[in-house]
């Protein structure tokens, strides 16, 4: 049976810097290409058949520019169309707080973010995609963000999937992640909160819209307007996008108490 190497380049032990390199039968892919939310660092291994981020979130693929247009990856980059569509407008964002703020030097530049998409194939969710004569790629929806995906390494028999961040409730924004029925020789699979028992979101939308209605009450303004309370929204999340939604259908005819019955509570 041909050997599976794992080498967890970022996110081993820790939250952020997902990035992963899978060794199968001589065929490497780098899974996620993150940069850690905490610290600046340099590296990048050289061999790669194929990259792989799974969403757009920058601890998954903030580093893609280094990586290809810096340590000088010059093979394929797979990942969703909506990925594709939204990683360069994250990464640009990225750079220009890194350098035109912060003044770091030896960072990718916009025309490498360019030249980094550049190389992006984009694939379908349950695209089986041949990368050579043996290794092949195939997408599953992931349901953590709009175009996050799990993906299923292959070469001959032998089989790896890597979940990257994952949700199993469906919600306003998104349904949950869904895949094949499959044995893989190995799962890789994340973890961050897999010991936290959380509120059921509709809870959690009762107590947002509570606030909501509260701060209307006191006066609130919008972000824009000078005087009393503000009410900021960030939609670029998971959790951003079912609280806006939440609050998009907040005129009809529906109590926010309602939103938690007692059994749920």
Same mark, same amino acid.
């Given at each position: $049976?041909?050997?599976?190497?794992?080498?967890?380049?970022?996110?081993?032990?820790?939250?952020?810097?997902?990035?992963? %390199?899978?060794?199968?039968?001589?065929?490497?892919? $780098? %899974?996620?290409?993150?940069?850690? =939310?905490?610290?600046?660092?340099?590296?990048?291994?050289? %061999?790669?058949?194929?990259?792989?981020?799974?969403?757009?979130?920058?601890?998954?693929?903030?580093?893609?520019?280094?990586?290809?247009?810096?340590?000088?990856?010059?093979?394929? #980059?797979?990942?969703?169309?909506?990925?594709?569509?939204?990683?360069?407008?994250?990464?640009?964002?990225?750079?220009?707080?890194?350098?035109?703020?912060?003044?770091?030097?030896?960072?990718?530049?916009?025309? $490498?973010?360019?030249?980094? =998409?550049?190389?992006?194939?984009?694939?379908?969710?349950?695209?089986?995609?041949?990368?050579?004569?043996?290794?092949? #790629?195939?997408?599953?929806?992931?349901?953590?963000?709009?175009?996050?995906?799990?993906?299923? #390494?292959?070469?001959?028999?032998?089989?790896?999937?890597?979940?990257?961040?994952?949700?199993?409730?469906?919600? +306003?924004?998104?349904?949950?992640?869904?895949?094949?029925?499959?044995?893989?020789?190995?799962?890789?699979?994340?973890?961050?909160?897999?010991?936290?028992?959380?509120?059921?979101? +509709?809870?959690?939308? +009762?107590?947002?819209?509570?606030?909501?209605?509260?701060?209307?009450?006191?006066?609130?303004?919008?972000?824009?307007?000078?005087?009393?309370?503000?009410?900021?929204?960030?939609?670029?999340? +998971?959790?951003?996008?079912?609280?806006?939604?939440?609050?998009?259908? =907040?005129?009809?005819?529906?109590?926010?108490?309602?939103?938690?019955?007692?059994?749920?509570?």
């Amino acid at each position: $049976m041909p050997e599976i190497r794992v080498t967890p380049l970022g996110a081993g032990q820790d939250v952020g810097r997902s990035c992963i %390199l899978v060794s199968i039968a001589g065929k490497n892919v $780098m %899974l996620d290409c993150g940069m850690h =939310m905490g610290f600046s660092d340099d590296g990048g291994p050289g %061999l790669t058949c194929a990259a792989s981020p799974s969403h757009f979130h920058l601890d998954h693929c903030g580093a893609l520019p280094y990586f290809s247009e810096m340590v000088g990856y010059d093979g394929p #980059i797979y990942m969703t169309h909506p990925t594709q569509a939204i990683c360069p407008i994250l990464l640009e964002d990225y750079r220009k707080i890194a350098v035109d703020k912060k003044g770091e030097a030896n960072f990718f530049t916009s025309q $490498m973010i360019k030249d980094c =998409m550049k190389k992006v194939v984009a694939v379908h969710l349950h695209q089986t995609v041949q990368v050579d004569d043996e290794l092949e #790629i195939k997408a599953y929806y992931a349901g953590h963000v709009l175009g996050a995906a799990m993906f299923q #390494i292959k070469v001959g028999s032998e089989s790896v999937v890597y979940t990257g961040d994952y949700n199993m409730t469906p919600d +306003r924004h998104l349904g949950a992640a869904w895949i094949d029925k499959c044995r893989p020789n190995l799962l890789i699979t994340e973890s961050t909160y897999a010991t936290t028992i959380r509120d059921s979101k +509709r809870c959690r939308e +009762r107590d947002f819209l509570k606030k909501v209605h509260e701060t209307v009450e006191r006066g609130g303004k919008g972000a824009h307007e000078p005087e009393g309370p503000h009410l900021l929204l960030h939609g670029a999340d +998971r959790e951003g996008q079912p609280l806006l939604q939440a609050l998009h259908h =907040m005129d009809q005819p529906e109590d926010p108490q309602d939103l938690c019955p007692e059994e749920h509570v």
